[in-house]
């Protein structure tokens, strides 16, 4: 009796410490971006109001195709990152070697109807970006691809600000609760840590890795396979700057893997909680994050029992067009903001 008695209170403290822990992570998520709204009126869709709409008007409502919406703030939104280094996270002289940032989702957590939405953003998306000196001093304002704000900034905490003021600018200030940002490498740990990814290859892949040691690989289209670690990393990572549109074709890969590997994480999260930290642990030497161990543990448990499927993963549609020296994507302004109100924003009754 002693012998139980003991083994449900160590059980009883685990529990309440996790619940602690959860706790903590929910209240220092909600104090980030309190009151924060989108700026949604500079946008040529938003509606004028009609003056009994005036007279009970509230920040944080928009009007669009004779319907009001009110911004819902209990959504929580999170920037990851992928970017072009391997290996260890390492500050580096400001400048331009922060590495760009060449894969770009953000996370939608609602907590209304308990679903997670990702929108993918194509690295090329032309939008103001922010030109800094070696000294970190502001230069100058320039419309480029938004993957390269990454660059500027010291490679780890600046440089990841950097880049989510670039996409909370792209989507009319949307507040952003967290950011991530992992070198490319990481995908290798991620995958194995989850026992592979099976899919479906969207395109001809050949490999992208150049360490001799993790050899040569190459996907045909339209075969089925199991990527480990080091198959998913070329897959996520390939590109032929050659041919147009190869960074929308990479996008939509990306966005097939990250699906498959949400599927079968959530699944696993729920055989073994512990993989959370896990996977959190595996990466920390090559990520960079605002995002706490308790935060990481809240985050968790509610993506574990929200429902995602691919129709809720979003790409921002657009038009890829060749520059003077590399491609630019223009983000199609009517459609940006028809999913910004889909995904961010409710009907008022």
Not at 295 to 318: C, K, R, W
Request: proline content about 2%; overall charge negative.
């Amino acid at each position: 009796m002693v012998v139980c008695c003991c083994i449900l209170a160590v059980c009883g403290i685990i529990v309440l410490s996790f619940a602690a822990v959860r706790a903590s992570g929910k209240r220092s998520l909600q104090k980030r971006e309190a009151n924060n709204l989108p700026q949604m009126e500079r946008v040529g869709a938003q509606q004028e109001q009609t003056e009994p709409e005036n007279a009970e008007w509230e920040p944080g409502w928009v009007k669009y195709e004779d319907r009001i919406y009110a911004y819902n703030e209990d959504i929580m939104t999170f920037l990851f990152m992928g970017i072009d280094k391997d290996d260890k996270v390492r500050e580096v002289a400001e400048g331009t070697d922060g590495g760009q940032a060449d894969a770009l989702f953000l996370l939608v957590l609602n907590p209304r109807n308990k679903t997670f939405q990702i929108i993918g953003i194509n690295r090329n998306a032309m939008t103001d970006i922010k030109l800094y000196d070696s000294d970190g001093a502001y230069l100058s304002t320039v419309q480029a691809q938004i993957a390269v704000q990454h660059g500027f900034g010291n490679g780890v905490e600046e440089s990841c600000e950097y880049q989510v003021e670039a996409v909370r600018n792209l989507l009319y200030n949307l507040p952003i609760h967290g950011y991530c940002a992992v070198n490319m490498d990481a995908i290798i740990t991620l995958t194995d840590l989850v026992g592979g990814i099976e899919l479906t290859s969207l395109e001809d892949v050949t490999s992208a890795i150049q360490d001799e040691t993790l050899g040569d690989y190459v996907v045909n289209e339209g075969e089925t396979v199991l990527l480990d670690g080091r198959k998913a990393y070329s897959y996520v990572r390939y590109r032929d700057i050659d041919e147009a549109g190869s960074a929308n074709r990479r996008l939509e890969r990306q966005k097939q893997f990250l699906g498959e590997w949400i599927r079968k994480t959530k699944s696993a999260v729920k055989e073994d909680f512990t993989l959370v930290l896990k996977l959190y642990n595996a990466v920390t030497a090559q990520m960079v994050t605002d995002i706490s161990v308790d935060e990481v543990v809240y985050l968790a448990g509610l993506a574990a029992d929200y429902n995602f499927n691919m129709e809720q993963f979003y790409s921002l549609q657009g038009e890829t067009v060749q520059g003077e020296e590399f491609e630019e994507f223009y983000v199609d302004e009517d459609a940006l903001y028809r999913l910004m109100i889909e995904v961010f924003y409710e009907p008022r009754e």
